[in-house]
C-alpha cells in the first residue's frame, strides 16, 4: 500500500477506485450503529452522525482500522505532519439538496485539512457523487486565509474562477476512497432519483499546529 502515489499536494484529490482496504458488510454494520446513535447523531448537521473523540474508535474495530489504514497511507505520502481530527458517517438522499447554496456550489474550506471520503454503496452520476477540480491546492491558500470567520453567511468561500467542465465527478463503487485536500475546488453533486440513498464515511485530518520554537531553531541554521 506503500507504493500508491496520491499526488493531492499537486493534483488536490486522489480517487481509489478499488475496494483498496478490503471492506465488508462489517463496516456497514458499525456505520449504522453509529448513525442511529444519539450520541453521534445529536449534532445539529443533517443526516450527519459525528464522532469527535478519538477514543471512541476502540469500539468499532472495524472502522478504527480503516482509520489507521488512511492515516498511514496518507503519511507515506509525506503527509505527515496530520492529525485526527473527526469522522463524519453521511447519508445523503434528493430531498436535502439545495441549488445554489453549499455544499453544492464549487467551494473550499475555511480550515484547511486532508479528507478521506469512503463510498459505502455504488455512486453513480445520479447518485451525488463528489465533484473535484484537478488543481494545485496551493493556488487558493491566500484566497482561504482572507476569508472572513462569518463567511458562510454570503458564500465567500465560492470558487468562480473555474468552469463547471473543469470538475470531475467522482464516480466509484462500493470501497471506492477519495482523498483530497479542502484547498482544492470541490462540491457536492445533485442526487436525481429520489430512491437513490448515498452512504459515506468522511475521516477528516487537521494540519498540525507549527511549533513556534521549533521554527525558530530552525531557521537559525
Same mark, same amino acid.
Given at each position: 500500500?506503500s507504493?500508491?502515489?496520491? $499526488?493531492i499536494s499537486?493534483d488536490?484529490y ?10 465488508d458488510s462489517k463496516?456497514?454494520?458499525e456505520?449504522?450503529n453509529i448513525?442511529?446513535d444519539?450520541?453521534y447523531?445529536?449534532?445539529g448537521h443533517?443526516?450527519?452522525?459525528? =464522532? ?5 474508535? %476502540?469500539k468499532?474495530?472495524?472502522l $478504527?482500522?480503516l482509520n489507521?489504514?488512511?492515516?498511514r @497511507?496518507?503519511k ?13 458517517f453521511?447519508?445523503? #438522499?434528493?430531498?436535502?439538496?439545495e &441549488?445554489?447554496?453549499?455544499?453544492y456550489?464549487p467551494? %473550499?474550506?475555511k #480550515?484547511r485539512? =486532508?479528507k478521506?471520503? #469512503?463510498? @459505502?454503496n455504488d455512486?453513480?452520476?445520479e447518485d451525488?457523487?463528489?465533484y473535484?477540480a484537478?488543481v ?8 482561504r486565509?482572507?476569508l472572513? &470567520?462569518d463567511?458562510k453567511k454570503r ?9 463547471i467542465e473543469d470538475?470531475? &465527478? ?6 471506492t476512497?477519495?482523498f483530497?485536500d ?11 432519483n429520489?430512491?437513490s440513498?448515498?452512504?459515506i464515511i468522511r475521516f477528516n485530518?487537521?494540519?498540525?499546529p507549527q511549533?513556534? =520554537?521549533?521554527?525558530?531553531f530552525?531557521?537559525?541554521?
Amino acid at each position: 500500500m506503500s507504493d500508491i502515489q496520491l $499526488n493531492i499536494s499537486s493534483d488536490g484529490y486522489k480517487k481509489i477506485d478499488n475496494n483498496i482496504f478490503h471492506l465488508d458488510s462489517k463496516i456497514l454494520e458499525e456505520y449504522e450503529n453509529i448513525y442511529n446513535d444519539k450520541k453521534y447523531s445529536d449534532n445539529g448537521h443533517e443526516n450527519t452522525s459525528i =464522532i469527535n473523540d478519538q477514543k471512541d474508535l %476502540i469500539k468499532f474495530n472495524n472502522l $478504527n482500522k480503516l482509520n489507521q489504514n488512511i492515516l498511514r @497511507l496518507i503519511k507515506d505520502n509525506k503527509l505527515d505532519n496530520i492529525e485526527f481530527d473527526d469522522i463524519w458517517f453521511v447519508k445523503s #438522499v434528493e430531498s436535502i439538496y439545495e &441549488p445554489k447554496k453549499l455544499p453544492y456550489i464549487p467551494h %473550499i474550506d475555511k #480550515v484547511r485539512k =486532508i479528507k478521506a471520503m #469512503v463510498y @459505502l454503496n455504488d455512486v453513480t452520476i445520479e447518485d451525488g457523487p463528489l465533484y473535484m477540480a484537478k488543481v494545485d491546492p496551493n493556488n487558493y491558500e491566500n484566497f482561504r486565509k482572507e476569508l472572513k &470567520p462569518d463567511y458562510k453567511k454570503r458564500q465567500e468561500n465560492e470558487i468562480k474562477n473555474l468552469k463547471i467542465e473543469d470538475y470531475s &465527478p467522482l464516480n466509484g463503487k462500493f470501497g471506492t476512497t477519495i482523498f483530497f485536500d479542502t484547498n482544492a475546488p470541490h462540491f457536492a453533486g445533485k442526487i436525481h432519483n429520489k430512491n437513490s440513498l448515498r452512504k459515506i464515511i468522511r475521516f477528516n485530518f487537521r494540519f498540525k499546529p507549527q511549533n513556534p =520554537i521549533k521554527n525558530f531553531f530552525r531557521n537559525l541554521f
